[in-house]
């Protein structure tokens, strides 16, 4: 391919909403062209790159037996109304009517959809396990579209579905995939910490995330070195147990005007966070609870709809938190007769002389301790481990990362079989509902995350298997006689069977070799002087210093060893 006939718009400046490193330089290198906040334009460069991690990641889904479909986009609106979802995908979800007032969605998500044409197929054990997947749109109304194709509106994904005949069936189809994932992204180049995640109603270690590690991902991971690695979603600790030896001192009403967050109270009281039962009230779905934790902990918002069985959780305003207490909000505890549902964490129980608020307005009691002043009925564990938090599995010290979710592996168990009815016979003819998985990956994502893992001062250093081109052919003639030489080259590499940028360009050296460096390709090959004068052709990685001279006859050998 010829860079003059190419389109590789690259920049020297950095577009000023793109605050990461892939985002910077997949718009600098000429990948990728914003449209609207949250959706993206493929220029050929970076849809040369994308196809590539779509390559593998067919092959690997071919290779573990999965089954590609191509699905539409548009889902009717009847399809989720079926699984019950068409109430609670929320507002991330695009809906649109046709001209005749149907109802569709713009898919988020495929369970459905695949769960439907799947049980019009199905009909018998015979007929099972099948995994059936697709990389086709997704589309999602995010709050917050940010850090170019990380998180956008628009994007590719790979979504794959099981469906097995039993749990046994579903666990070798989960590992099928968990295998496969492994594979792809070890291909891409991408070095990822797979963790436990959190799985909603399946419990136990149904669940993991593809993770890489970097500063600009959103999700925290605690690890330890036994080998435990969670999503701070799900990730447990162990607890330290009860607070010190002192004896319980006497309940006590303190007045504490004014004085309302857990930073005022430490100051008003001068002892540590870990004493204070902060008492926060919820509504999950619909109807108030409180949630008591100690005052040096974030409650885990996942974990406490988890412990609740609620599908809805949000903060009750500050008129619930009034009728509730009688008191405003910053006083709520579970101490003075409360009559809603109360869920304390694992820790409250083991503090001593805690202090709470008295459900009056500037009141706190000071003393305070469980079994006595109250009773921890229904105990869960509801904050979120933090960097030296104790591991669960073996106790030492757990470090915190940051991270960039590029796929999900999940057991879905039976939500979309049992409300949507799939069901097919067994071998003794009764029948039998299907259980499932699901397996999804983004695909843009997982191309920023390799940007993000691969690049220096200079730019992208593409991983071979993800690189636009296998060469980067920087030709450096001027007068007719010499471009001829060039193209003579060019030419070569061509018939050798390599994939080559060709820059022949009007430009100066260094103008060229800086969009060599930007734009990443593994080898770079120039033509230019020494090849006039002395018939040298010079080959260099992207990656390293050294320049290797290799004359015409020995050129295509010597570009296959660096590209190796
Ligand atoms: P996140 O927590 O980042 O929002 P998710 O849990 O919503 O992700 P899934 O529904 O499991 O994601 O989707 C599967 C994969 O699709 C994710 O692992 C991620 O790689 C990708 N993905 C999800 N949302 C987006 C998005 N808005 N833009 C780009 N890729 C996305
Ligand atoms: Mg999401």
């Known amino acids: ?121 199905v009909a018998s054990y015979r007929d099972l396990p099948v995994t059936v997947y697709q990389m086709n749109t997704k589309f999602r109304d995010e709050i917050r579209p940010r850090f170019g194709v990380i998180r956008s509106k628009e994007f590719i994904m790979k979504d794959a579905y099981s469906f097995d005949m039993n749990e046994k069936g579903l666990e070798e189809s989960y590992q099928a995939m968990r295998k496969a994932y492994r594979r792809i992204f070890e291909r891409c180049g991408l070095e990822t910490i797979p963790v436990e995640a959190d799985t909603g109603s399946m419990g136990g270690s149904n669940s993991e995330e593809f993770m890489v590690a970097s500063e600009v991902g959103e999700e925290y991971l605690l690890l330890c070195g036994c080998g435990y690695r969670a999503n701070q ?3 447990e600790y162990r607890r330290t147990g009860r607070q010190g030896n002192e004896p319980q001192a006497d309940i ?52 406490l709809k988890r412990a609740l069985g609620a599908t809805d959780l949000e903060l009750a305003p500050d008129t619930v938190v009034m009728d509730v207490t009688k008191a405003p909000v910053g006083f709520a505890g579970p101490v003075s007769d409360i009559k809603i549902p109360v869920v304390y964490d694992l820790s409250v129980a083991d503090v001593v002389n805690g202090i709470t608020g008295a459900n009056e307005k500037d009141m706190h009691f000071t003393g305070v301790n469980s079994g006595r002043d109250f009773t921890v009925k229904n105990e869960a564990d509801i ?80 991983p071979r298997s993800v690189a636009p081109f296998d060469v980067h052919m920087v030709g450096l003639g001027k007068s007719p006689e010499e471009i001829a030489r060039v193209e003579e080259i060019y030419d070569l590499l061509v018939e050798g069977g390599i994939d080559v940028l060709y820059d022949d360009r ?44 290799s004359a015409k006859e020995n050129l295509v050998k010597l570009v296959r060893e660096t590209m190796k």
Not at 274 to 280: C, G, M, Y
Not at 396 to 417: C, D, Q, R, W
């Open 1 to 121: 391919m010829k860079l003059s006939r190419y389109m590789v718009p690259t920049l020297k400046e950095v577009p000023s909403d793109a605050v990461v490193t892939s985002h910077r330089l997949m718009i600098r290198a000429g990948l990728i062209r914003k449209e609207s906040a949250g959706m993206y334009a493929y220029l050929p460069l970076g849809f040369r790159v994308l196809r590539k991690i779509m390559d593998i990641v067919r092959e690997e889904m071919d290779r573990a037996g999965a089954l590609e479909f191509l699905m539409p986009e548009m889902t009717s609106a009847d399809l989720w109304k079926e699984s019950g979802r068409w109430d609670t995908m929320g507002p991330e979800m695009f809906r649109i009517k046709d001209r005749n007032g149907q109802e569709y969605a713009l898919a988020p998500t495929h369970e459905e959809a695949m769960t439907n044409v799947v049980r019009q197929i």
């Open 233 to 235: 979603e799900k990730a």
């Open 252 to 303: 006590k009403k303190v007045p504490t005007p004014d004085v309302k967050t857990i930073d005022d109270l430490v100051a008003f009281f001068k002892c540590g966070a870990d004493k204070f039962l902060k008492s926060i009230i919820y509504l999950a779905d619909g109807k108030p609870v409180m949630a008591v934790v100690t005052g040096d902990r974030e409650i885990n918002e996942l974990k």
């Open 383 to 462: 904050t979120s481990a933090v960097e030296g938090d104790m591991c669960p599995k073996c106790g030492a010290a757990m470090s915190v990362k940051k991270g960039i979710e590029v796929g999900h592996i999940f057991k879905l168990g039976y939500k979309y079989t049992k409300s949507m009815n799939v069901t097919v016979l067994d071998e003794k003819g009764k029948t039998v509902t299907p259980i499932m998985g699901c397996y999804g990956i983004g695909v843009n994502r997982t191309m920023a995350a390799i940007v993000e893992q691969h690049y220096d001062e200079r730019g992208i250093m593409w």
């Open 506 to 549: 009007q430009a100066s050296p260094g103008f060229k070799f800086a969009d060599a460096d930007l734009i990443g390709i593994p080898v770079r090959v120039t033509v230019g002087k020494t090849y006039f004068s002395g018939g040298e052709i010079e080959v260099k990685s992207r990656g390293g210093s050294e320049i290797l001279k």
